[in-house]
T-cell receptor, first 110, second 114 residues
Framework: AQRVTQPEKLLSVFKGAPVELKCNYSYSGSPELFWYVQYSRQRLQLLLR??SRESIKGFTADLNKGETSFHLKKPFAQEEDSAMYYCALSGSSNTGKLIFGQGTTLQVKP | KAGVTQTPRYLIKTRGQQVTLSCSPISGHRSVSWYQQTPGQGLQFLFE???????NKGNFPGRFSGRQFSNSRSEMNVSTLELGDSALYLC?????????????FGPGTRLTVL
């Protein structure tokens, strides 16, 4: 089965604290993994994808095929990071199709 | 470049009616995907169109259909509306729908079925 699991519905941290948003996946093949973010009253947008191996707004994510995980991390959270974060998966049999996790709301308190 | 646009932004319909939603992709993008977003089920894939052909389909009943025009604009139609069809419908465009492509999302159409 193709599935993305984000175990936390809500993650609340203080400003300056480290953040880790968890994402585990199930896929028989080589997946493409993405993190999408939705800020308040804005549309869903790409944050980063594993093939780019880049850091966006201080966030990084490493694909761990052994643990089938793609956790999103940031060493020091900022209030403007408060948003809904979705982990998503695509693969060779899924043209144009993203499989999303249920999303995690990140709340960064001042 | 202009982003993905969706019309209308809000719709209120009654059970049994049908509805058509429209999506204009980013210029140059040939793949359009549709998703349904609800509080209970989250974001679920409906279907994907490329070069006027449906290439991929999610697990939704036949009441949900779509099409794509030669300019890559896409429409989705829901017939015989049910209360459970109330949702935010998102479309996303990408260059060619390759799994590595970034999908760019529109603002969504909020459908309420009474």
């Amino acid at each position: 089965a193709q599935r993305v699991t984000q175990p936390e519905k809500l993650l609340s941290v203080f400003k300056g604290a480290p953040v880790e948003l968890k994402c585990n996946y199930s896929y028989s093949g080589s997946p493409e993994l993405f993190w999408y973010v939705q800020y308040s009253r804005q549309r869903l947008q790409l944050l980063l994808r594993h093939i780019s191996r880049e850091s966006i707004k201080g966030f990084t994510a490493d694909l761990n095929k052994g643990e089938t995980s793609f956790h999103l991390k940031k060493p020091f959270a900022q209030e403007e990071d408060s948003a809904m974060y979705y982990c998503a998966l695509s693969g060779s049999s899924n043209t144009g199709k993203l499989i999303f996790g249920q999303g995690t709301t990140l709340q960064v308190k001042p | 470049k202009a982003g993905v646009t969706q019309t209308p932004r809000y719709l209120i319909k009654t059970r049994g009616q049908q509805v058509t939603l429209s999506c204009s992709p980013i210029s140059g993008h040939r793949s359009v995907s549709w998703y349904q977003q609800t509080p209970g089920q989250g974001l679920q894939f409906l279907f994907e169109y490329f070069s006027e052909t449906q290439r991929n389909k999610g697990n939704f009943p036949g009441r949900f259909s779509g099409r794509q025009f030669s300019n890559s604009r896409s429409e989705m139609n829901v017939s015989t509306l049910e209360l459970g069809d109330s949702a935010l419908y998102l479309c996303a465009s990408s260059l060619v729908g390759d799994p590595r492509d970034t999908q760019y999302f529109g603002p969504g159409t909020r459908l309420t079925v009474l």
